[in-house]
Nanobody, 123 residues
Framework: QVQLVESGGGLVQAGGSLRLSCAAS????????MGWFRQAPEKERQFVAA????????IYPNSVKGRFTISRDSAKNTVYLQWHGLKPEDTALYFC????????????????WGQGTQVTVSS
């Protein structure tokens, strides 16, 4: 089992910056990659970024490339997601997840999920 706890969300003004954290615990040695997703009300869960924990190789969908940065601190078993220039359309519940196998952009490829942290961007 892997436990994931997200933090860092909140109410932010448009144009601001934010960094989310995802702390992993449990059998983290079995996890080789982590991802971030977001889900706005009445919308599907959207892939935001993923990172290979050993190499640091990052993966982003074209829709967010250039806006978001995923990183990790292996010593702390923590993965981060940060971005600048927040927009109201970034308002969503942000989840981190442990990758199992398969397409990084597919939520079904992840076997452990955190509870999410809410990000609300005011205009």
């Amino acid at each position: 089992q892997v436990q994931l706890v997200e933090s860092g969300g909140g109410l932010v003004q448009a144009g601001g910056s934010l960094r989310l954290s995802c702390a992993a615990s449990g059998r983290t040695s079995t996890t080789y990659a982590m991802g971030w997703f977001r889900q706005a009300p009445e919308k599907e869960r959207q892939f935001v970024a993923a990172i290979h924990l050993s190499s640091g190789i990052t993966i982003y969908p074209n829709s967010v490339k250039g806006r978001f940065t995923i990183s990790r601190d292996s010593a702390k078993n923590t993965v981060y997601l940060q971005w600048h220039g927040l927009k109201p359309e970034d308002t969503a519940l942000y989840f981190c997840a442990a990758h199992d196998s398969g397409n990084y952009e597919d939520p079904s490829s992840y076997n452990y999920w955190g509870q999410g942290t809410q990000v609300t961007v005011s205009s």
